[in-house]
């Protein structure tokens, strides 16, 4: 009962920040999908790391490490890396040109760059975007339906219906500046919980050193590269990191990530949100592949129980039940902070993208955001498989489809619509096939598809060129 109450007190606390939000509404699509671009830079940061960590960091990485052992850290150091890369590049000209194009969605933007007009682009664009975010959205709901379901042994679709019930209570209340004002909120509640885990899993341990040398019993679960790469030992190691560098890179391809810098006060501001943004998610991060590794040694027996359920798991045996509130609320927290920014961007790729006629009433906007929670609590509760599979299918689909479009704006490129159109076909299929052939164990199937959307817009350049000469002879 503790535990309940410690939990319920923490998502109200969530809830409440989130309406306190519509005192400072201006009740405009531009004040509902981007905070009218007043977000200050630390609101950015942590509220990105909120929603680029979510469910996934909790409950698919916890599984994942706790399955792969130390080899997975190359993930985490690919994927921030590559992140990091992309925000020298893309970041700051896209907050740059949502201004100028006046566009409150992310496919609107992309679709408006630098005077274009292309309309065939934003409406696939937002199809594109409602399908692998709705995918996404019921992968956090199944994240928290797994932890209550655990914790509380309720069934797997309370949790799911709880967490729907809450992101639309407070995207109802204040759109994106409620879900930023909770995501930040809910930083600081997940990076807690996690903190709270590893020192407590380390002491009741008898240290660093008595836990090291307990994972050192378990066979192969210290070596430093993965067993499944497509190449043997380092060679495996460095292109299973080269993999998740695109995978960190995607994150230019992510709609719900990048509006949050699309809402940012000034372009200028970039190296605050990086210092904020890459600081809080290398400590969380780093704690979440140390308690993935420590819950092997609580949790012995690998078949016993569904690896993505390691954290709640080993709360229980740990934890007194205020604290293992808290952890439960971290866990929750973290699939709240994407679930909303998903279903918001979805919620703009309606109202904002695929209608002839841009809805500009409050009410429209909210019943939009209720109709797409609809749709996301039903997919969650169909749902059958792992949350870091889903997650990874929706953030390489987005990804292939987007990024290699969004870095070539970037620098400069002027791609023709049916150019465009082509590069995100193309990346998707690539994407996707590569998952269906089985390889994206080995590499992360977004590096073939960013790769492969970026060599169509080389072959429309080398197509160009051929073309010109031709015509000036003639």
């Known amino acids: 009962m503790i535990t309940l109450f410690s939990f319920l007190g923490f998502l109200l606390a969530f809830v409440l920040i989130g309406v306190a939000s519509v005192m400072f509404s201006r009740h405009s699509r531009q004040d509902y999908y981007l905070a009218s671009h007043s977000v200050a830079p630390w609101l950015v940061a942590l509220s990105a790391v909120a929603t680029n960590n979510s469910g996934y960091m909790f409950i698919g990485v916890m599984g994942y490490t706790y399955e792969t052992g130390l080899a997975s850290v190359w993930l985490m150091i690919g994927w921030i890396f590559g992140d990091f890369l992309a925000s020298l590049f893309v970041h700051r000209r896209l907050r740059i040109s949502t201004e100028a194009s006046g566009e409150a969605s992310y496919a609107g933007v992309i679709s408006h760059w630098a005077g274009f007009r292309y309309k065939a682009l934003q409406r696939f664009a ?21 932890a209550l379901h655990v914790l509380f042994h309720w069934p797997l679709w309370g949790g799911a219906v709880m967490g729907a019930v809450l992101v639309m209570a407070y995207c109802f209340a204040g759109g994106i500046r409620a879900s930023i004002w909770t995501d930040a909120a809910q930083s600081f509640v997940m990076v807690t919980a996690m903190g709270l885990m590893l020192v407590v899993s380390v002491v009741s341990l008898g240290g660093i050193d008595a836990a090291v040398g307990k994972m050192a019993q378990i066979d192969g679960f210290l070596d430093l590269f993965p067993h499944n790469a497509m190449l043997p030992g380092l060679s495996g190691g460095l292109l299973f990191a080269t993999g998740w560098l695109f995978a960190g890179f995607s994150i230019i391809g992510q709609p719900h990530v990048m509006v949050r810098f699309m809402a940012m006060q000034d372009p200028g501001d970039m190296v605050r949100v990086r210092c904020w943004y890459y600081g809080w998610w290398i400590v969380f991060y780093a704690m979440t592949t140390g308690v993935g590794m420590l819950a092997r040694i609580y949790l012995s027996d690998p078949g016993s129980f569904d690896p993505e359920l390691a954290l709640p798991t080993m709360a229980l045996q740990l934890l007194p039940p205020v604290l293992v509130g808290l952890v439960l609320a971290g866990i929750f927290a973290a699939t709240m902070s994407t679930a909303d920014s998903l279903i918001l961007s979805c919620s703009a790729s309606i109202t904002h993208d695929l209608l002839p006629h841009r809805i500009e009433r409050p009410w429209l906007l909210k019943g939009a955001t209720a109709l797409i929670t609809f749709l996301a609590l039903g997919w969650a509760l169909a749902n059958s498989q ?22 070539v704006l970037a620098f400069g490129g002027r791609p023709s619509q049916t150019t465009t159109l082509i590069m995100i ?15 994206q164990e080995a590499v992360y199937e977004g590096m073939p598809g960013i790769l492969a959307g970026l060599a169509v817009y080389g072959a429309s350049l080398a197509a160009r060129a051929r073309v010109a000469p031709a015509e000036e002879s003639a």
């Open 126 to 146: 937002s199809v594109i975007s409602l399908a692998f975010l709705l995918a996404y959205a019921s992968a956090q709901l199944v994240a928290g339906g797994k």
């Open 386 to 407: 792992s949350v870091f599979n889903l997650v990874i299918m929706a953030w390489s689909g987005l990804a292939s489809a987007f990024a290699p479009l969004l870095l």
């Open 425 to 439: 076909t193309v990346g998707i299929l690539t994407a996707l096939g590569w998952r269906w052939l089985g390889w």
